[in-house]
């Protein structure tokens, strides 16, 4: 019994020395960027793991200005927010009908919608955009907030329909008693229990959204780039000028942490509760 005790004990502690090293694995390149974010140049090529010794914020400014970033931080928080909002209402409502209605067509639209997971964006990309040209002006936000409730709808529907499908139904049918109906059944009932889910739906494709490149390079120009192609322009022009790079790359994500900290709680309860089937 003290023999299992003590593998135990050291199983635990290399399991955690294991988890310790791949933290540091994952913040140390992020201390990086913050650490030379604050030094001039000559210092960060001097020493580039110091801490700042000739402290300055001048690579942010720079940074802020030339990188047109208030204009690509509003762009980022409009297609993100916009997009995020009309995804959580689609598939929150198409997980209810499908975890609740129980016949061939439910079934099958629900498998549909796993499969199409598992199709990666770069395959659909030529034909997407040559098809799509065709009948829809590029160039505006609004056509690429169309375009991510496609890509997204499926994952979002598949965390819905898990946690949907383990509230009793006899929720639903003391509502219907009561002359409640399907819709308000749903946003008045359900929805607010879903909270959770609602919080890991919105985290998943906040991050996803905000974070993605490719798409928004197809689709918007200059004038409504998001931060990800604002930084990509900015590092490309300024690359060797590493201060100011550094303090454009820290600038852009975090606006996206900050939101990430924030329903940091709800998005742990949301997977622990079920949001995986």
């Known amino acids: 019994m003290k023999k299992?005790?003590?593998?135990?004990?050291?199983?635990?502690?290399?399991?955690?020395?294991?988890?310790?090293?791949?933290?540091?694995?994952?913040?140390?390149?992020?201390?990086?960027?913050?650490?030379?974010?604050?030094?001039?140049?000559?210092?960060?090529?001097?020493?580039?793991?110091?801490?700042?010794?000739?402290f300055t914020l001048d690579n942010f400014q720079q940074a802020l200005q030339k990188m047109e970033f208030f204009r690509s931080l509003?762009?980022?928080?409009?297609?993100?927010?916009?997009?995020v909002s009309i995804l959580i209402i689609?598939?929150?409502?198409?997980?209810?009908?499908?975890?609740?209605t129980k016949n061939r067509f439910t079934?099958?639209?629900?498998?549909?919608?796993?499969?199409?997971?598992?199709?990666?964006?770069?395959?659909?990309m030529i034909p997407f955009m040559s098809i799509f040209a065709q009948f829809v002006s590029l160039n505006n936000r609004i056509a690429l907030i169309f375009f991510y409730q496609?890509?997204?709808?499926?994952?979002?529907?598949?965390?819905?329909?898990?946690?949907?499908s383990k509230l009793?139904?006899?929720?639903d049918e003391a509502a219907s008693v009561d002359g409640a109906n399907d819709f308000t059944i749903f946003w008045r009932i359900i929805?607010?229990?879903?909270?959770?889910?609602?919080?890991?739906?919105?985290?998943?494709?906040?991050?996803?959204?905000?974070?993605?490149?490719?798409?928004?390079?197809?689709?918007l120009t200059r004038e409504t780039q998001t931060l990800p192609l604002s930084t990509y322009l900015f590092y490309g022009q300024y690359s060797t000028q590493y201060g100011q790079a550094m303090a454009g790359l820290l600038l852009a994500v975090i606006p996206i942490i900050a939101f990430f900290l924030f329903l940091q709680k709800q998005f742990i309860s949301g997977l622990s509760s079920g949001a995986v089937k």
């Open 4 to 54: 299992v005790k003590v593998q135990r004990s050291i199983g635990k502690k290399v399991l955690f020395g294991f988890g310790l090293f791949l933290s540091l694995s994952y913040v140390a390149p992020f201390i990086l960027v913050l650490l030379n974010s604050f030094k001039p140049k000559y210092d960060i090529l001097a020493n580039p793991l110091g801490w700042p010794v000739n």
């Open 74 to 83: 509003v762009n980022s928080i409009i297609i993100t927010f916009f997009s």
């Open 90 to 100: 689609i598939s929150s409502m198409l997980a209810y009908y499908l975890a609740r």
């Open 107 to 124: 079934k099958t639209t629900f498998l549909i919608l796993v499969a199409s997971m598992i199709v990666p964006f770069q395959a659909l």
């Open 150 to 164: 496609g890509f997204g709808v499926a994952l979002s529907t598949f965390l819905y329909h898990g946690f949907i």
């Open 168 to 171: 009793p139904t006899e929720i």
């Open 191 to 219: 929805f607010p229990m879903l909270r959770p889910i609602t919080a890991t739906v919105a985290i998943v494709n906040s991050l996803w959204i905000w974070n993605d490149f490719l798409l928004p390079r197809l689709v």
